[in-house]
């Protein structure tokens, strides 16, 4: 995992997303449903972005967005 200039500003981004889908999902379903969904919803959005190439899949990106539910998990 090497950090570069853009992710400044999309690691943050991917940690709210995580959090904010995460809690907002909480409302209807448990935690561990709403964290394994964005999770799952994550992982695709990373797929999508590499051409569908599961090696070339961020894992820095996929670490803030698990960062993200994690902290929403401990307020549902």
């Known amino acids: 995992m090497t950090w570069q200039d853009k992710d400044w500003l999309d690691q943050p981004l991917h940690l709210a997303v995580g959090l904010i889908g995460t809690f907002t999902l909480g409302q209807w379903m448990s935690w561990l449903e709403a964290s394994t969904f964005v999770?799952?919803?994550?992982?695709?959005r990373e797929l999508n972005q590499h051409d569908w190439d599961w090696y070339r899949v961020?894992?820095?990106?996929?670490?803030?967005?698990?960062?993200?539910?994690?902290?929403?998990a401990f307020f549902i």
């Open 39 to 44: 999770m799952g919803c994550a992982y695709v």
């Open 58 to 72: 961020g894992l820095l990106d996929l670490f803030f967005f698990a960062i993200g539910a994690a902290l929403a």
